[in-house]
């Protein structure tokens, strides 16, 4: 006689059956379409609009609309490519200091054992991180600039200090950038697990190899994401290098101000708008890079 066949039972299930998992129903989606219109409403338009005044050109004589690259072709060229170039080199130079500064901070808040010290840290940090624009440049101004508190104290011009410049530009950026990257970098260091040091220290581990070979790799893709978004917010800023630099420093935030009102050369709202679109595709790129580190930092750290 033949033995009897067993059904295999996998552990850790209910009666032995493989629990299945939920599919998703036409309500998930249902429940996503308010969110999903709005977001059509306010980022499709505008980006349409941007788009399609950026590869076409209407003739004044005959109104008619052709499709054309000749925009897109000057905004890289000339003192657009510059101003282009300089935005990125100074989101690039002051997202990577503050995300060093921010980190050290950061790492000073987490180890306090003051929870009064890490509260103020925290609430300065969200305040400060929404501080930019016209306020701030004048809160510079009045100290730093060429009459200002701190200028004449310290006596700054004598040293070479200049704050409507490139590093004075860097400076300010770094104001608001900085407690930012505090707000994204406390919640990855919390997340670092206590048995984590434990066991590298049970294993004969300095503190030093600790970071080297567990810490650190694992707080790289939140360092990156963070670096990242540093970068997108400093090239998205206007208000503050436009109260501050003006035409001074080359930034393709002020090229499109001035595309746009016509303060240089009338008719090149079409470049303007390929500007813009150049930036778009910029900062399609940074999320590009930003969504994955902060999917796989989440995977350890949570």
């Not at 690259?69 to 989101?91: C, D, F, I, K």
Request: charged share 10%.
């Amino acid at each position: 006689m033949s033995a009897p066949t067993t059904t295999p039972h996998r552990e850790g299930t209910a009666g032995g059956t493989t629990p299945r998992r939920r599919r998703r129903g036409p309500r998930t989606w249902l429940a996503a379409l308010p969110l999903l219109v709005f977001t059509g409403l306010c980022f499709g338009i505008p980006l349409g609009a941007i788009a399609f005044g950026a590869v076409t050109r209407t003739d004044p004589a005959t109104g008619a609309t052709h499709v054309t690259g000749e925009h897109l072709a000057r905004s890289l060229q000339g003192p657009y490519l510059t101003s282009l170039t300089g935005s990125v080199q100074l989101s690039a130079l002051t997202a990577l200091l503050a995300t060093v500064l921010g980190v050290l901070i950061a790492q000073a808040v987490v180890t306090s054992r003051s929870t009064a010290l890490r509260s103020a840290a925290l609430t300065a940090s969200g305040v400060l991180a929404n501080f930019g624009g016209v306020p701030l440049a004048f809160a510079f101004i009045a100290t730093a600039g060429i009459s200002g508190v701190v200028t004449q104290l310290a006596d700054l011009t004598g040293l070479g200090w200049d704050l409507y410049s490139f590093t004075g530009l860097t400076v300010v950026y770094l104001y608001f950038l900085i407690p930012l990257m505090v707000l994204v970098t406390v919640p990855a260091l919390d997340g670092l697990r206590p048995q984590w040091r434990e066991a590298a220290q049970n294993n004969g581990a300095t503190g030093w190899q600790f970071w080297r070979l567990v810490g650190l790799p694992v707080l790289t893709p939140s360092l990156l994401g963070g670096f990242v978004l540093l970068f997108g917010t400093a090239f998205a800023a206007h208000a503050t290098a436009a109260a501050l630099v003006g035409g001074s420093v080359p930034l393709v935030t002020l090229k499109i101000a001035d595309a746009l009102s016509g303060n240089v050369l009338t008719g090149q709202e079409n470049v303007a708008l390929a500007l813009g679109l150049d930036m778009i595709l910029i900062a399609g790129l940074v999320m590009a890079v930003y969504l994955p580190l902060q999917r796989r930092s989440a995977r350890w750290l949570r």
